[in-house]
């Protein structure tokens, strides 16, 4: 199981460096950001609802990189990023 702890970690980092890729460029163009942030949000949909499908279930590497991501406050960041962006993109001062 060591291997599978690794590959959901690794799965897990890759998605929160992409998190803060984006918080490095919401300022400068919000727009993007929030095109980024929502197709982000829809790759984590979209693999924790495979894993739930798969038959490991619950248990699945997918399910378990969500679990991570949310433990570790990256899904309330991304949220965060999206409300921050569309204030950004859309405030009357710009």
Request: hydrophobic share 35%; charged share 30%; net charge positive.
């Amino acid at each position: 199981r060591d291997a599978w702890t690794v590959g959901a970690r690794k799965k897990s980092d890759d998605i929160m460096t992409q998190i803060n890729l984006i918080q490095n460029f919401i300022n400068k163009k919000p727009k993007a950001a929030l095109r980024s942030i929502d197709r982000l949000k829809a790759k984590i949909r979209k693999m924790r609802q495979s894993g739930l499908d798969s038959p490991e279930g619950q248990y699945s590497m997918e399910n378990v990189v969500f679990k991570i991501l949310r433990r570790e406050g990256a899904l309330d960041l991304l949220s965060d990023l999206k409300d921050q962006a569309y204030d950004s993109a859309f405030s009357m001062g710009q």
